[in-house]
């Protein structure tokens, strides 16, 4: 790779230019490639600007120059607004040139699907490495940084002046730059920057995130998210912006494309549907929304605070309705309520005329002129992390002032965060209040409770490590995992019991008499598997025989076995023999490599309907055991574990060790396996064993299986 600036100076020149070139600016102020250079001049820009269009002499007052050679001094920063196979050549040009970076605002790449766009892309990324000029795109629509007045973009919101603020937005995509900025226009929250980074062909949303740390007027770090590219450097930033006193907030736009050579594995199909990117951003430490205006409610909040979590919500309401609104709201949406303390409940009691005082408290049964006393108790208890009032229209006005100055004055003597919801809407000299105390007045439930759940979300504990358990796998054991074909369920057992997995008692025979005997030893009734290379899920070709109790139904039914395998294409290779449990349910579990994240562990209901269920919860790997734990208890499997009708006692436990064996067998540099199913990992009166499994070793995608 050719020299290339430091990552400060390449930011320098992206966020704070003092010179840009607009290759391709148009002087038709009908186009969307006059808009660039018209909104860098209506906010201000007081860099030096060249326009670059051979077929025009001056562009909105500015010399126009010819081509990029032809300008009079070497830019920081070319914006280029080119067809995309011009905007490749004007990229070389640039860069020969010597800009410091340069953004590529048009689409017509490898979002076109096609062989052209793939190919312009590629060459695209070799200039970095050729030239040492970096680049953010394609396929974006540019940059804006609210505190120096610097606008280069498309969106109608490139064109406003925006306040300045501590949010900072990164974005995949561009088109929802006005939603946001308007969003927080209504919410008084300022903008720093915002970052379209479109393909990442060099540049990407990671990269503007390690920008965002190192600068002291960020608070928020919000990110749309198609994909995240790098998932353990994504786990870094996020601990680093937390050390920081720097909040990241994450949504989420549509599902990974889980197509690759391991989807012979559920695990590798239910890792999208068991929350791949929640876990992922839970145990990093973002916050999770699922809505641009929950975004915006999320930053909102967590801008009045550096450290978030910790607390429980203190709630009080002008009707008694609006509690059960507000504790419905908070349910779906996981908001902790405070558990307030003893001294709290008998402050409150004192202003209760006919209810006892919960929390939810309804100020009907406390007063609207007791709101001061009984807001600011709530605000001092330790439990309560933040407030919100559920106001509804008042009649009386000193009610409504009552109320008002009762929240407003716990938000100052606390400075604790606190919202108002209300529906219907407060008059515009009580938003007006409200907002000069800091208060945030929302109208709409679901951002409210999007952005109060960012607020006191649970944060994984800083530092926290992973301890290596790696055990030490047998020569026999690592041959079978170094083998260039998916493993047979005996091999794939064998595996599971190596790591100290429960396995139900299995034999294997070659034929009948060979099963007899294996029956024998394993105690009627059995289980006959037939075990046909090429054939991964056996239930799917009828290879699966339950209930089979004498030798008449063993002979029979390994007869059946050969044929539905014939059927199926395949040759028995043998037949697996297995003791009949019945379980109370049937889970799965198991691992997979999730492109850009990084290994992935599963589980959650299982059997032949486990993709069907997709009752499944994810992790991503390492995951601590506290971690494990927490899902897996909020999972239905979790609580299907714990159930006090379950009559198998220790299965959570069991599930849990389960679990870090999986995780330690995934991470182990000399087993390389790509990815493994338990399926079913049978639940029973006798505890929970492995029933079927599936590994698929390193070396049957890379070599062997594509």
């Known amino acids: 790779m050719a020299m290339a600036a430091s990552m400060a100076k390449v930011f320098d020149a992206l966020l704070a230019p003092r010179s840009v070139a607009i290759v391709g600016a148009s002087a038709d102020p009908a186009k969307l490639s006059a808009k660039p250079l018209e909104n860098l001049l209506r906010l201000g820009f007081s860099g030096a600007i060249y326009p670059v269009n051979p077929r025009a002499v001056e562009i909105a007052g500015l010399r126009c120059y010819p081509s990029v050679a032809e300008m009079p001094a070497t830019p920081d920063l070319a914006f280029l607004v080119l067809p995309a196979r011009q905007a490749v050549e004007a990229a070389w040009e640039c860069a020969r040139r010597g800009v410091t970076a340069a953004i590529v605002a048009v689409s017509g790449f490898r979002e076109s699907g096609t062989g052209e766009g793939e190919a312009l892309e590629e060459e695209l990324r070799r200039i970095p490495h050729e030239t040492g000029m970096r680049i953010v795109g394609p396929n974006c629509n540019g940059?804006?940084?609210?505190?120096?007045?610097?606008?280069?973009?498309?969106?109608?919101?490139?064109?406003?002046?925006?306040?300045?603020?501590?949010?900072?937005?990164?974005?995949?995509?561009?088109?929802?730059?006005?939603?946001?900025?308007?969003?927080?226009?209504?919410?008084?929250?300022?903008?720093?920057?915002?970052?379209?980074?479109?393909?990442?062909?060099?540049?990407?949303?990671?990269?503007?995130?390690?920008?965002?740390?190192?600068?002291?007027?960020?608070?928020?770090?919000?990110?749309?998210?198609?994909?995240?590219?790098?998932?353990?450097?994504?786990?870094?930033?996020?601990?680093?912006?937390?050390?920081?006193?720097?909040?990241?907030?994450?949504?989420?736009?549509?599902?990974?494309?889980?197509?690759?050579?391991?989807?012979?594995?559920?695990?590798?199909?239910?890792?999208?549907?068991?929350?791949?990117?929640?876990?992922?951003?839970?145990?990093?430490?973002?916050?999770?929304?699922?809505?641009?205006?929950?975004?915006?409610?999320?930053?909102?909040?967590?801008?009045?605070?550096?450290?978030?979590?910790?607390?429980?919500?203190?709630?009080?309401?002008?009707?008694?309705?609006?509690?059960?609104?507000?504790?419905?709201?908070?349910?779906?949406?996981?908001?902790?309520?405070?558990?307030?303390?003893?001294?709290?409940?008998?402050?409150?009691?004192?202003?209760?005329?006919?209810?006892?005082?919960?929390?939810?408290?309804?100020?009907?049964?406390?007063?609207?002129?007791?709101?001061?006393?009984?807001?600011?108790?709530?605000?001092?208890?330790?439990?309560?992390?933040?407030?919100?009032?559920?106001?509804?229209?008042?009649?009386?006005?000193?009610?409504?002032?009552?109320?008002?100055?009762?929240?407003?004055?716990?938000?100052?003597?606390?400075?604790k965060p606190a919202v108002v919801l209300s529906p219907g809407g407060l008059t515009s000299e009580e938003e007006d209040a409200y907002r000069a105390a800091g208060i945030r007045v929302f109208h709409d439930t679901g951002s409210c409770f999007e952005g109060l759940a960012a607020l006191l979300r649970e944060l994984p504990v800083t530092g926290e490590t992973v301890p290596a358990r790696h055990g030490v796998l047998t020569p026999e054991v690592l041959a079978l995992l170094h083998r260039d074909r998916p493993l047979t369920e005996?091999?794939?057992?064998?595996?599971?019991?190596?790591?100290?997995?429960?396995?139900?008692?299995?034999?294997?025979?070659?034929?009948?008499?060979?099963?007899?005997?294996?029956?024998?030893?394993?105690?009627?009734?059995?289980?006959?598997?037939?075990?046909?290379?090429?054939?991964?899920?056996?239930?799917?070709?009828?290879?699966?025989?339950?209930?089979?109790?004498?030798?008449?139904?063993?002979?029979?039914?390994?007869?059946?076995?050969?044929?539905?395998?014939?059927?199926?294409?395949?040759?028995?290779?043998?037949?697996?023999?297995q003791r009949q449990c019945r379980g109370q349910f049937e889970a799965i579990a198991g691992f997979t490599v999730e492109p850009g994240i990084g290994v992935v562990l599963i589980a959650g209901l299982g059997g032949v309907f486990a993709e069907t269920l997709e009752q499944t919860v994810a992790w991503v790997v390492p995951a601590t055991e506290d971690q494990l734990r927490r899902r897996l208890r909020r999972s239905v499997l979790g609580r299907m574990l714990e159930s006090p009708r379950l009559r198998s006692p220790g299965a959570f436990d069991t599930v849990i060790e389960i679990l870090l064996a999986l995780q330690d067998l995934s991470i182990d540099p000399e087993a390389g396996v790509a990815a493994l199913d338990v399926n079913p990992l049978m639940v029973w009166e006798d505890g929970v064993v492995a029933v079927d499994a599936l590994v698929i070793p390193r070396g049957a995608v890379t070599e062997g299986g594509g």
């Open 143 to 415: 940059l804006y940084n609210a505190r120096l007045g610097i606008s280069l973009g498309y969106n109608a919101a490139h064109a406003e002046v925006i306040p300045p603020g501590p949010l900072t937005l990164i974005s995949h995509s561009g088109a929802l730059f006005s939603t946001l900025a308007g969003r927080a226009r209504e919410l008084d929250l300022g903008l720093g920057v915002f970052a379209s980074v479109g393909n990442e062909a060099d540049l990407g949303m990671l990269d503007f995130m390690e920008a965002a740390l190192d600068d002291p007027d960020c608070r928020v770090i919000g990110l749309v998210i198609e994909a995240i590219r790098d998932g353990p450097r994504f786990r870094d930033l996020v601990a680093r912006a937390r050390r920081a006193g720097k909040h990241v907030v994450a949504l989420k736009l549509g599902t990974s494309d889980l197509g690759r050579a391991t989807t012979a594995a559920h695990s590798s199909r239910l890792a999208g549907s068991a929350g791949v990117y929640s876990a992922l951003f839970a145990q990093a430490g973002a916050a999770e929304v699922a809505t641009p205006e929950g975004l915006i409610a999320a930053a909102v909040l967590l801008s009045q605070v550096s450290t978030a979590g910790g607390g429980g919500l203190a709630a009080l309401t002008t009707a008694g309705a609006g509690g059960a609104v507000l504790a419905d709201a908070a349910a779906r949406h996981g908001v902790p309520f405070a558990e307030l303390s003893a001294a709290t409940r008998e402050t409150l009691g004192r202003y209760s005329r006919f209810a006892p005082v919960l929390n939810p408290v309804d100020l009907g049964a406390t007063g609207p002129e007791s709101t001061e006393a009984v807001a600011c108790a709530l605000a001092a208890d330790p439990g309560v992390h933040a407030l919100v009032l559920y106001a509804t229209a008042l009649l009386r006005a000193q009610s409504r002032a009552n109320v008002l100055r009762g929240l407003c004055a716990a938000r100052a003597v606390s400075g």
């Open 490 to 577: 005996p091999e794939s057992l064998r595996v599971l019991q190596a790591i100290g997995v429960p396995v139900v008692e299995t034999r294997t025979a070659r034929d009948e008499d060979g099963a007899l005997a294996a029956a024998a030893a394993v105690g009627w009734p059995v289980v006959l598997k037939g075990v046909a290379p090429g054939v991964a899920h056996k239930s799917d070709a009828g290879l699966v025989l339950p209930g089979v109790g004498n030798e008449a139904a063993l002979r029979a039914g390994v007869h059946t076995l050969r044929t539905r395998a014939a059927a199926a294409g395949a040759r028995l290779e043998e037949v697996v023999v």
